[in-house]
C-alpha cells in the first residue's frame, strides 16, 4: 500500500525520498547513545566508535566538494569516519572491492572448480 508524506518542495539540489527514512544505527546511537554511555562504563575504544558512528557524514565531520570530470557539475557532501564498523563506511568499502574484483570471486563461488576435457 502507498501511502502519501508530506514533505517541504525540495529545492533543485535537494533529493526528494517519498519514503520514510528506514532506521539506521547511527539514528539509534544518536538518539540513545548518550544515555546508554551514561548508564554504562564502556571501554574507550567502544566510545569513539560510537562516536565516530554518529558524526558520520555529517557537518561535525566536516565536508568536501566533487566535481563530475565530465560535466563539470559539483556536489558538496559531508566527510566519513572510515572507522571499520561504521555500516555507511563499510557498504561503500564493500562496493568498491566488489567492483575492484570484476567479478572474478562471484565466478569463483559458481565455478570453483574448473576441469579441463582432453
Ligand atoms: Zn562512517
Known sequence: ???????????????????????ELQDMFRQYGEAYRNKYKLPPHILKTMRAIENCRTSVMGGHVDICNDCGVSR????????????????????????GTEGKLAEHWLFPHRFHYS
Not at 3 to 23: C, G
Not at 88 to 99: G, P, R, T, Y
Open 1 to 23: 500500500m502507498l501511502r502519501a508524506h508530506k514533505y517541504n518542495r525540495p529545492s533543485s539540489t535537494q533529493t526528494i525520498n517519498y519514503r520514510p527514512k528506514t532506521p
Open 76 to 99: 558538496i557532501s559531508y566527510n566519513s569516519c572510515r572507522n571499520r564498523h561504521c555500516p555507511k563506511c563499510q557498504s561503500l568499502a564493500k562496493e568498491k572491492w566488489i567492483d
